[in-house]
């Protein structure tokens, strides 16, 4: 079955630490993006890939970093840099960049730092 | 930036009603999306729609761009139907998110 899969689900981590959070897809898409939504606040965009080797800054990149290596993967890296990282964050993918193509999402990885 | 913005924020409906979601957003776009978000977390999509009207099963989404509206109707509503609906405008490469409305259905 084809689908994108986020590990870990939940995740714990002290402040001042670095954490990475994993998305894969196999659905040969070649657009992938980061988003982290927080209560009461609609999704927001952190980082976007349209294609591998390239990646773009979303509205809310400070204190995040990403890779796009291979075409399944698109892994983020939460910083120490970022202020408020407690939050639910969701990968998609899409086959191709915006052009009317709906986006795929994983189930999620719920961040929590303390 | 594309300012999305739903209507209501919350709605309780009792089994078999029929539900309608708004969604309207400031700047021209060239498509929106529906989505569905379950209590665990997990988002589904539903539509995405450049113009007029899509329907299946019981979820029909309409949308005018003149207006700047969309609108996510279920027929025949089910307690199954209860999460978060979610509207997202598409603007060159980007989405931009409404909040969301949560649904809850009562058998």
């Known amino acids: 079955d084809g689908g994108i899969t986020q590990s870990p689900k939940y995740l714990f981590r002290k402040e001042g630490q670095n954490v990475t959070l994993s998305c894969e897809q196999n659905l040969n898409h070649d657009a992938m993006y980061w988003y982290r939504q927080d209560p009461g606040q609609g999704l927001r965009l952190i980082y976007y890939?349209?294609?591998?080797?390239?990646?773009q800054k979303g509205d809310i990149a400070e204190g995040y970093s990403v890779s796009r290596e291979k075409k399944e993967s698109f892994p983020l890296t939460v910083t120490s840099a970022q202020k408020n990282p407690t939050a639910f964050y969701l990968c998609?993918?899409?086959?191709?960049?915006?052009?009317?193509?709906?986006?795929?999402f994983g189930p999620g990885t719920r961040l929590t730092v303390t | 930036k594309n300012e999305v913005e739903q209507s209501p924020q919350n709605l309780t409906a009792q089994e078999g009603e029929f539900i309608t979601i708004n969604c309207s957003y400031s700047?021209?776009?060239?498509?929106l999306h529906w989505l569905q978000q379950h209590p665990g977390g997990g988002i589904v999509s539903l539509f995405m729609?450049?113009?007029g009207k899509k329907k299946h099963g019981r979820l029909i989404a309409t949308i005018n761009i003149q207006e700047k509206h969309s609108s996510l109707h279920i027929t025949a509503s089910h307690p199954r139907d209860s999460a978060v609906y979610i509207c997202a405008s598409l603007t060159g490469n980007q989405f931009y998110f409404g909040t969301g409305t949560s649904l809850t259905v009562i058998p």
């Open positions: 998609a993918s899409s086959i191709g960049p915006g052009d009317a193509n709906e986006q795929y």
């Open positions: 700047v021209g776009i060239s498509a």
């Open positions: 729609l450049s113009s």
């Open positions: 890939s349209q294609i591998v080797n390239d990646f």
